[in-house]
Each structure stands twice: as C-alpha cells, then as structure tokens.
C-alpha cells in the first residue's frame, strides 16, 4: 500500500509563484518515476510534469515548459512542483501521481490539492 499526500495549493493571482509537494509513504519500491497530474473543470485528466525516481528524467506537457520545475528529495521521496509565471489555464486540481515500474502505469494517487489562478 502506498499513500501519497499533496500539499501547497491555494489561490494566487495571475503571474504569481506556488509550490506543491507530494510526499510518498509506504511501499514506494518498484516505481520508476513520480508525476504531477491535473483535472480543471469539465475537462480530463492531463499529464503535467514527471521525474524518473532517480531523479535524473524530467518531462513535461508543453503548455507549462519553462514556467514549472519538478524537483526530487530522494531522502524524503517526496516531489515539488514549482509553478511560476501561473495563468489563469492553469487553474485545476492537481494530483501527485507514482509510476509502476512493471506496469508502466501511473497507478497509485493522491487525493489532489485545488490550485486556482485569478486574472
């Protein structure tokens, strides 16, 4: 069983800074990366950020490139998201994520953390 707990939303304006974290506990072995999802209203599920376990492979969804950062603390398995630069798109739910290594699917979640941009 593994738990994942995201904390760090909130409510900033547009072009403001927020960090998320996602702290993974439990049986976190065999996973090969951590990832960031998110879900705005009335629309699906998308892919925004994830990072090999390892730490060394970082990938992201093109519309938040150069203005988020996934980051790891191996020592706490715990991921950041470091959103700046935020729009008003980005508002959504965010939810932390891990990968099985054997499956290839992100299968484990969190409960997500709301993250809404004013204009």
């Known amino acids: 069983q593994v738990q994942l707990l995201e904390s760090g939303g909130g409510l900033v304006q547009a072009g403001g800074s927020l960090r998320l974290s996602c702290s993974a506990s439990?049986?976190?072995?065999?996973?090969?990366?951590m990832g960031w999802f998110r879900q705005a209203p009335g629309l699906a599920l998308e892919f925004v950020a994830s990072?090999?376990?390892?730490?060394?492979?970082?990938n992201y969804r093109d519309s938040v490139k150069g203005r988020f950062t996934i980051s790891k603390d191996k020592a706490k398995n715990t991921v950041y998201l470091q959103m700046n630069s935020l729009k008003a798109e980005d508002t959504a739910v965010y939810y932390c994520?891990?990968?099985?290594?054997?499956?290839?699917?992100?299968?484990?979640w969190g409960q997500g953390t709301q993250v809404t941009v004013s204009s």
């Open positions: 994520a891990l990968k099985s290594l054997n499956t290839q699917l992100w299968d484990s």
């Open positions: 439990g049986r976190t072995f065999s996973r090969s990366a």
């Open positions: 990072i090999t376990f390892g730490g060394l492979n970082t």
